[in-house]
């Protein structure tokens, strides 16, 4: 549902929206274990930035890297838990096949989820043009 939030706080563009995605952020990217609509938020600051001229997004990078890297953490924390958990159930075999299938799901995974990070990212950068201003799927801002 914060997608939707945040795409219509982009819509409306008043300095309250603008102000409550700034304070949203400033939030939840220091809380990884609060994983909710961080990257919608920050594609609707991205999305206000190139409307509106300004260069909120660039206060935010930094956080969003760590809260990329803590979140990549606590997920891998949690497939070590649940593989020792597999081991104990059914044998070091199946914990082994588990951690190597969620290596790879987690690279898919990632790569998916972290498509607004790196479009966030390149805007930073200063990429231009009209792919760059354009949403990527259906839902996205």
Do not use: C
Not at 118 to 128: C, I, N, R
């Amino acid at each position: 549902m914060g997608h939707i939030y945040a795409l219509v706080l982009a819509f409306l563009n008043t300095q309250e929206s603008r102000s409550y995605l700034d304070q949203y952020l400033n939030y939840y990217l220091q809380r990884p274990d609060l994983y909710f609509d961080q990257s919608a938020a920050l594609s609707a600051v991205a999305y206000l930035d190139k409307v509106n001229g300004t260069r909120v997004l660039d206060g935010h990078a930094p956080n969003w890297r760590e809260f990329l890297r803590q979140r990549a953490l606590e997920e891998k924390e949690k497939a070590i838990e649940t593989a020792k958990m597999i081991e104990l159930a059914v044998g070091k075999e199946e914990a082994k096949k588990y951690l190597e299938n969620m290596s790879i799901r987690n690279f898919d995974s990632s790569k998916k989820s972290h498509v607004i990070s790196t479009e966030v990212l390149g805007d930073l950068q200063g990429s231009e043009g009209a792919e760059a201003n354009a949403p990527r799927r259906s839902g996205e801002i």
